[in-house]
């Protein structure tokens, strides 16, 4: 009987621990980590630098980047595979995820300019069945019909019903290929009806608002003036974005800001959107613009 009391004793002492360990305010406030994404363009360049990926990783430990944007396009792709391996090797051992960003400013149309981009998915995908381990995570989007001037004006989305039918069809090859899927945004696509905002945020599962031209390094204003302004205009779009929809399936969304936009400041404006959304169930986190804006100001 002593030892089966001494055991009980010690299992409740056991319990005990965990449960103050659990109720402890740091342990309490532990959340699912918040998005924190970088855009890479030019990605042979940057990779062909001495070095170049080690800097890029070193950045990203520094900056607390969890995500990475990495510019594919179809000529440089097989040219660049060996570098792209162990890039993706170096972000994995730090738990970076690594996104294949694909652009267009056609891929909103049926036929030859939707295949292109496709066939750049497609292609991503036996990347990844060639590579298990090096493998991209997800791919990143940047699809902009608004470029074009037929499709230019306040309120114009005659291009979206074809830009979200591009979405989903990557969408249906990357899932099943174990990717994500993630799409930049601009905040004109925010101001359309509830019906268009539901066929936007139902089409993928991550959206990134890009999120430009608020401020800029020589219009005056204060540090505080400044991220107030980034905090309010967030929490603006979101609320903009979700107005109406109920649907529990509705893709999150992150925030983009630039670096030309705030110079030096950039980090301290992206702690403000954490500061300002975290407990918005729709924020996703926030992405930072860009890589090379950092490179050229080295």
Known sequence: MKGSRTSAA?????????????????FAEVAPSLV????VWKSPTVLAAPRGAETLWNFCKSEGINEVYVSISARSEAAEENQLVHLITLLHRSNIRVEALLSSTDADEPGKHRETLLNHVREIVRFNQRHSKERFDGVHLDVEPQQRAENKGPGNLRFLPGLT?????????????????????????????PNERKMLLSAVPR????????????????????????GKASQRFLDLAYD????????????????????ELLPTMLKKLDDANRSNSHYLGWARHSYNDYLKSK
């Open 244 to 263: 109406g929809l109920a649907d529990q399936r509705l893709a999150k969304m992150a925030i983009a800001l630039r670096t030309p936009d705030y110079d």
């Open 165 to 193: 039918d591009a979405f989903r069809e990557v969408r249906s090859l990357a899932e099943p290929a174990g990717m994500t899927v993630n799409a930049d945004i601009q905040n004109k696509l925010l101001k359309g009806s």
């Open 36 to 39: 924190h994404g970088l855009w």
């Open 207 to 230: 959206v990134t608002l890009m999120m430009y031209e608020l401020s800029s390094p020589s219009d005056g204003e204060g540090v505080e003036q400044k991220a107030e302004k980034v």
């Open 10 to 26: 010690s299992i409740s002492i056991l319990w005990s621990l965990v449960f103050g360990l659990l109720t402890h305010p740091s």
